[in-house]
């Protein structure tokens, strides 16, 4: 199987990667990496559990003392801020992505409400026509109601009562129009006041999503910024870091027994999964969906409707609408969210394994199911029977690891 992996293999391999920690011997330097290698590191460090997360603005926070942070806890604060800064990111993509559905779909209703009101607005015209039309008509006196008055006057009463059609002719002409005119003056204020208020959403909406996408980039910048400032030296620590917690909390979940036994996705689960691995490699971009990158929950999004199933487009609303399991049901094709604002999602592989799109400048690869704190799992088709037996799909060689690109191409 040249260039490929087995499931199995790449779990053993990436498990002994991770419990492996980096050092530099003491009495040398290391030398200055090139670029391409202090990028191929930095997509090492993953989405990994996080032990403890502020909940204060990590931008805001007195910058932490860099250039001599090579000792664990110097390193376990930098690794905690870095992961406030993508997990704050991550959550003002969701928002925007949410957004922008809404933003959607409230612009759709205002062009509705803008045809309905202009159509109204055209009815009104011609039913004032008809009232101004009646008006002279009546001023001329040659309307109906002018020969029913002449009637009136008439020598003989009973001849005017018998003519009575007369009044209902002339009264249900001028009545009908002056409804017809009475009722588009209300349908026309009314389509008024619903145009102006969804023009009003319209436009909140888009600030919102304006604000969600200026904090998205924001902490991205942050996060740029705090890596450029470690040397080749606090990058390797901080790797190391990484990959210690990671192994830590890996190890933790693993011995809860909760992942044992033999697990096999439903029919469209496990075409879900083919089309995730085949994605394995492709950059991270914040809010893409596919083809040639994604962002976590388009991952996830774009994996399930290869299968025949549209789930929502957010990790949150993934989380919100999706069905619940606990992790000792979790079989392969379903979703793996994570942090409590369910801001980052995965598939579940099999074997303690998730393939993700993990963060900006990553690329979609596979992970340790514990590589970030877990919030809980849904199944996509919970309808849909196991299978009876299950061949993961085949891993490229890299599958556990990805490059780093420029965060500054992000938002391109």
């Given at each position: 199987?040249?260039?490929?992996?087995?499931l199995?293999?790449v779990?053993?391999?990436?498990?002994?990667?991770a419990?492996?920690?980096?050092?530099?011997?003491?009495?040398?330097?290391?030398?200055?990496?090139?670029?391409?290698?202090?990028?191929?590191?930095?997509g090492?460090l993953?989405d990994?559990?996080?032990?403890r997360?502020?909940?204060?603005d990590?931008?805001?926070?007195?910058p932490?003392?860099?250039?001599?942070?090579t000792?664990?806890?110097?390193?376990a604060?930098?690794?905690?801020?870095?992961?406030d800064l993508?997990?704050?990111?991550?959550?003002?993509?969701?928002?925007?992505?949410s957004?922008?559905?809404?933003?959607?779909?409230?612009?759709?209703?205002?062009?509705r409400?803008?045809?309905?009101?202009?159509?109204?607005?055209k009815?009104?015209?011609?039913?004032?026509?008809?009232?101004?039309?009646?008006?002279?008509?009546?001023?001329?006196g040659?309307?109906?109601?002018?020969?029913?008055?002449?009637?009136?006057?008439?020598?003989?009463?009973?001849q005017?009562?018998?003519?009575?059609?007369?009044?209902?002719?002339?009264?249900?002409?001028?009545?009908?129009?002056?409804?017809?005119?009475?009722?588009g003056?209300?349908?026309?204020?009314?389509l008024?006041?619903?145009?102006?208020r969804?023009l009003?959403?319209?436009?909140?909406l888009?600030?919102?999503?304006?604000?969600?996408?200026d904090?998205?980039?924001?902490?991205?910048?942050?996060?740029?910024?705090?890596?450029?400032?470690?040397?080749?030296?606090?990058?390797?620590?901080?790797a190391?870091?990484e990959?210690?917690?990671?192994?830590?909390?890996?190890?933790?979940?693993?011995a809860?027994?909760?992942?044992?036994?033999?697990?096999?996705?439903?029919?469209?689960?496990?075409r879900a999964?083919?089309?995730?691995?085949?994605?394995?490699?492709?950059p991270?971009?914040w809010g893409a969906?596919?083809?040639?990158?994604?962002d976590?929950s388009?991952?996830t999004?774009?994996?399930?409707?290869s299968?025949?199933?549209?789930?929502?487009?957010?990790?949150?609303?993934?989380?919100?609408?999706?069905?619940?399991?606990?992790?000792d049901?979790?079989?392969?094709?379903?979703l793996?969210?994570?942090?409590?604002e369910?801001?980052h999602?995965?598939?579940?592989?099999?074997?303690?394994?998730?393939?993700?799109?993990?963060?900006?400048?990553?690329?979609?690869?596979?992970?340790?199911?514990?590589?970030?704190p877990?919030?809980?799992?849904?199944?996509?088709?919970?309808?849909?029977p196991?299978?009876?037996?299950?061949?993961?799909?085949?891993?490229?060689?890299?599958?556990?690891?990805?490059?780093?690109?420029?965060?500054?191409?992000?938002?391109g």
């Amino acid at each position: 199987m040249s260039g490929r992996y087995s499931l199995r293999a790449v779990c053993v391999g990436a498990l002994v990667v991770a419990a492996t920690a980096t050092t530099l011997p003491a009495a040398a330097d290391p030398p200055e990496p090139r670029r391409g290698a202090v990028d191929r590191l930095l997509g090492d460090l993953g989405d990994t559990v996080m032990e403890r997360f502020s909940g204060e603005d990590p931008a805001a926070g007195p910058p932490l003392p860099l250039g001599q942070l090579t000792t664990a806890p110097d390193m376990a604060g930098v690794l905690t801020r870095l992961r406030d800064l993508y997990r704050q990111a991550e959550a003002a993509g969701e928002t925007y992505k949410s957004t922008e559905d809404a933003l959607a779909a409230q612009r759709a209703e205002t062009a509705r409400l803008s045809r309905a009101l202009a159509a109204a607005r055209k009815a009104l015209v011609t039913g004032r026509a008809d009232a101004g039309r009646i008006a002279r008509v009546q001023y001329q006196g040659s309307s109906d109601l002018s020969s029913y008055l002449h009637l009136l006057l008439a020598a003989d009463p009973q001849q005017a009562l018998d003519q009575g059609h007369l009044i209902e002719r002339a009264a249900s002409g001028r009545l009908a129009a002056m409804d017809r005119l009475e009722a588009g003056e209300k349908r026309a204020r009314e389509l008024a006041t619903a145009s102006r208020r969804a023009l009003e959403r319209e436009v909140l909406l888009a600030a919102r999503q304006k604000k969600a996408k200026d904090t998205a980039t924001a902490r991205l910048r942050a996060a740029e910024g705090l890596l450029a400032s470690l040397s080749a030296e606090e990058l390797i620590a901080l790797a190391g870091q990484e990959r210690r917690q990671t192994a830590d909390a890996q190890e933790k979940l693993l011995a809860t027994g909760a992942l044992e036994g033999k697990r096999t996705p439903s029919t469209q689960g496990d075409r879900a999964l083919a089309y995730a691995a085949e994605q394995i490699g492709k950059p991270y971009v914040w809010g893409a969906e596919g083809p040639e990158s994604y962002d976590c929950s388009g991952l996830t999004s774009k994996a399930w409707a290869s299968a025949g199933r549209a789930i929502p487009r957010t990790s949150q609303e993934q989380w919100a609408r999706l069905k619940r399991v606990p992790l000792d049901e979790l079989r392969p094709g379903d979703l793996v969210v994570y942090f409590p604002e369910a801001t980052h999602v995965a598939m579940y592989l099999g074997d303690g394994m998730v393939i993700q799109a993990p963060r900006p400048g990553a690329r979609v690869k596979v992970s340790p199911i514990a590589s970030n704190p877990l919030l809980g799992a849904v199944r996509p088709d919970p309808a849909g029977p196991a299978l009876p037996s299950y061949t993961p799909p085949e891993l490229p060689d890299d599958a556990t690891a990805g490059p780093d690109e420029g965060y500054d191409r992000v938002f391109g």
